[in-house]
């Protein structure tokens, strides 16, 4: 198949284009600049220049494609309804990348204990709810004629990268404090990068047409995140603060949606419809002696030649909160 992926330069979309590449697909990839072109066609992609608000680049490239995988951001509900209404009647697959954070839950680091499959009748807080919204238009429009999947990752890591965790490790270096909300027994699920790109493979050659996954391997206390990026970057412990301090440290949405909230979801439709097997390693170890110790720690031993490398903007891309 040839595939059409936005964010294809993203951390997202860099894994997942790899790994339909790996698969024996061609891949296309949206992005804006020539130095970002270069990148894609160093890793055989071809790519497309523009941007979500490109909406005759976006009707073409997709209708030009077998498959549309939107990788880039959850929250730009224009270019969504351009896809579909590109797409409407073709029988193409169209997969949305939403995230767990439609069930964000604003409980300011205190522990909810409901965990979300996705048959689960959901009242989203505001902040996420045009992002549940789109999710709802998308798989609706899988009686049109698409062939719509809805993804929904939860907090993603691996290779010393991520959405969440680069903030708050370079929040926790450039301040010297490490903070988590409250009792900081609030939780997210997670998954791992690599298991992540292996269910949108999964996904575009299974999923059935109007179908939404939520997709985690484990989850992590958002406290002892905190504390063990603070033994990352040689602080003694993290600290427990009050959402107006996070809110300075971090930004308001930043500590809503997902650092003193819940996001718990279970994803046993995955394992089951899709045949996904998620084996990458546990959060908590990656975070503190694995990907992010390569890339992130402290250089406080002198037998550490482990060095921080906090303005790598490099490891930022799109993501899914």
């Known amino acids: 198949m040839h595939i059409f992926v936005t964010g294809a330069t993203g951390y997202i979309g860099q894994a997942v284009s790899q790994r339909f590449l790996q698969a024996g697909h061609s891949v296309s990839g949206l992005v804006r600049s020539e130095s970002g072109a270069k990148a894609l066609r160093a890793r055989d992609i071809n790519p497309v220049l523009g941007g979500l608000d490109d909406a005759t680049t976006l009707r073409e490239a997709a209708l030009a494609a077998d498959a549309v995988v939107d990788t880039a951001t959850a929250d730009h509900a224009d270019s969504t309804q351009v896809f579909l209404s590109a797409l409407e009647g073709t029988g193409k697959k169209f997969i949305r990348t939403s995230g767990t954070g439609v069930y964000t839950d604003l409980a300011q680091g205190e522990l909810n204990q409901t965990v979300f499959t996705e048959d689960v009748v959901h009242d989203p807080a505001e902040i996420v709810a045009t992002r549940y919204s789109t999710d709802q238009a998308v798989t609706e429009a899988s009686g049109r004629g698409i062939h719509t999947v809805v993804l929904r990752p939860s907090m993603i890591f691996g290779d010393g990268a ?160």
């Open 162 to 321: 991520s959405e969440q965790l680069p903030l708050l490790i370079r929040q926790a270096i450039t301040s010297g404090r490490s903070l988590y909300v409250g009792r900081g027994d609030n939780r997210w699920s997670n998954v791992y990068i690599s298991d992540l790109a292996e269910a949108y493979l999964l996904a575009l050659e299974n999923a059935p047409a109007g179908s939404v996954y939520n997709l985690a391997s484990g989850e992590a206390r958002m406290g002892d995140i905190a504390e063990t990026i603070a033994r990352l970057v040689g602080l003694e412990s993290a600290e427990s603060c009050p959402p107006e301090v996070a809110y300075e440290a971090l930004g308001q949405r930043w500590v809503d949606v997902a650092i003193s909230s819940n996001s718990r979801v279970d994803s046993a439709k995955a394992r089951a419809e899709l045949g996904w097997n998620p084996v990458g390693p546990d959060l908590l170890d990656d975070l503190g002696t694995g990907s992010y110790k390569r890339i992130w720690a402290y250089k406080g031993d002198p037998h550490d030649h482990v060095q921080a490398v906090a303005g790598d903007d490099t490891l930022q891309g799109a993501g899914s909160l």
